[in-house]
């Protein structure tokens, strides 16, 4: 739509080389990662390894497993735990959108139909259902209560944020701490899980299976924000999502926190009447792109994602300089240059 | 509707009193149950107890978790490991009823606006996402892998089979053994993963814990035969559910599949019209059991049931004479009575 045309083609080349970077790092890893996954998603009822591989296996930048992956790799870990445990990560993520998409009713995802529109949302519910177990069952032949106990809170919280998301959708009373709180619960921790699953395999101390927790939770901040602020600010074709969906399901992210806070009595009947009452023309999105410009809300959550994201790098230092290192830091830098 | 009128009051008196034998025996066991759930249940989220109070504490037997009390006290449990875990039992149990509800449409579970109607899709699934992710902390709260195994297998096979019975809806091709294929996925295997959980919280030898799971098994096969005539062959102010659900949403269950298999050419056609493709007038529901009764289908669904039931009971033989046993035998030939 607007602001980030231009530097596109460059973005994309920059993006690329990050991606490749870690990529490379852990590519043995997640050639096995991917292994497990299509190994571990089939069943005998053969709808749930068609539904599941079409959200799985077409794609996705696997960047939570990758995440797992690299941690334990920090850590200096040379087994082999670290695979499943990356697979059954995906899993959990892979349910999560599979019952987001019978939330948010969204028409793409990752430039697909979603297997909602495909198959609709009892299939979509169930599949997740699936994978969801599938994930426990990874867990429980791993054999670790301390992993099981990771996630199975990150699991938790997860739903806890789903459910917390529906509550102020389309209420443009939210303010800014409770949309920092769903993103944490939501997002962020199983990014968070998904880095301290890499220490505890690898049975380092407290202090590093913190710090990795820690630049998990703050990953994971930064990219929900960036994922929200993109949303009014993207090229879709890069981005495989439609600029504005957020804005036509009446979701409340920060960009529309900030420009209702900021605005004065006639802005705020406007984002009543758009996210509220649902009631949108087609200029609204240019509108509403127009305030949240006007009141610096996109500078000011693209901001809010670069503090989260200082904040992660930060937690690296715990470690000494490798290049899996220089490879996480990479990777994170890179979600963040998406919005520069 | 037809059939099973007259008999009722005698029955229900009858019921009652069997419901009371095991509930009393268990009933110090089943109040800290349900003080486990209401505590378990909440999150300062507060849709989720709302919700969550609306299916669960509003009611419901409490049988599968039950069966988990009956089983520890069967084994001279004489701990309280089994009180949490028949709370995660009945979790997982509601969690399948939260995101089945957003499958079959129901607009009556337990006599009771279902969750769904009245929040509508997204919030039952994720709802139940959350009560599922609380099962498992739950279980690792515990600490046994061996029980993790058990219900996070359980809860695979589950999703299996009713993503199986999706894709068996509105297929008058379905056949008995696929059928049966289903409701030991989507029932039978919860009974007798809770009826198993009661032996190893015990600490049985391997015999007693597979003769338990087996009369899990073989119940829950027994009870979803039963669940399934009586949608043919109920009063509805006592089950809760209407007569002829099943019927007008199209399901492929026992009763049908036999009609289905013993009809002639027309009759056949009258169900593909009816089951395939959902095209039903005020008379066919009455057709329908007219049919089912010109070839037994009912008759013959019932005594599968109770072939089951049977096999059930026999597993009890394992077991020494006691107060519990007999109460879990009357549970069992209670529930044979509805269809009797």
Redesign the interface.
């Known amino acids: 739509m607007a602001f980030a045309a231009g530097a596109t083609t460059e973005k994309t080349a920059r993006n690329r080389s990050a991606d490749d970077s870690l990529a490379r790092l852990v590519g043995d890893d997640l050639a096995a990662v991917n292994t497990a996954i299509l190994a571990r998603m089939d ?6 390894p068609q539904l599941a591989g079409h959200i799985i296996a077409a794609g996705g930048k696997r960047l939570r497993p990758m995440l797992t992956l690299a941690s334990a790799r920090l850590c200096g870990y040379q087994g082999q735990r670290h695979i499943p445990l990356a697979a059954c990560v995906e899993f959990i993520h892979t ?1 999560t959108l599979l ?1 987001d998409d ?2 948010d009713d969204s028409g793409l995802r990752r430039g697909l139909a979603t297997a909602n529109a495909v198959w609709g ?3 979509s ?3 997740g ?2 994978l ?3 994930a ?2 990874l ?2 032949e791993d ?1 670790s ?1 301390k992993i ?2 990771i996630l ?2 990150a ?2 919280v ?3 944020g ?3 998301q ?2 102020t959708a389309n209420d443009t009373s939210t303010d800014e701490a409770t949309y920092l709180d769903v993103i944490r619960s939501k997002t962020a921790a199983l990014f968070a899980a998904a880095c301290q699953v890499g220490a505890v395999v690898a049975e380092r101390p407290e202090a590093e299976e913190e710090a990795l927790r820690r630049f998990g939770l703050n990953f994971g901040m930064a990219f929900q924000l960036i994922d929200d602020v993109l949303d009014y600010n993207a090229d879709q074709g890069k981005l495989g999502k439609a600029v504005g969906d957020d804005f036509r399901d009446g979701k409340v992210t920060l960009p529309v926190v900030l420009a209702f806070a900021r605005g004065d009595e006639g802005e705020r009947g406007f984002w009543r009447r758009c996210i509220e009452e649902q009631d949108q023309n087609d200029a609204d999105l240019e509108k509403a792109l127009a305030l949240m410009q006007r009141h610096g809300a996109l500078a000011d959550a693209m901001e809010r994602a670069r503090s989260y994201g200082r904040a992660a790098l930060e937690t690296l230092d715990t470690f000494a300089e490798s290049a899996v290192k220089a490879a996480l830091a990479e990777t994170l830098e890179q979600s963040l240059r998406r919005i520069s």
Chains 1, 2 share one sequence.
């Open positions: 069943s005998p009822v053969a709808l749930i349910a019952h019978v939330v949302n009892k299939a519910v169930l599949v259902d699936f969801f177990s599938r426990f069952q867990m429980v054999g209560l099981l106990k199975s809170d699991s938790a997860i739903a806890e789903e459910v917390q529906l509550m």
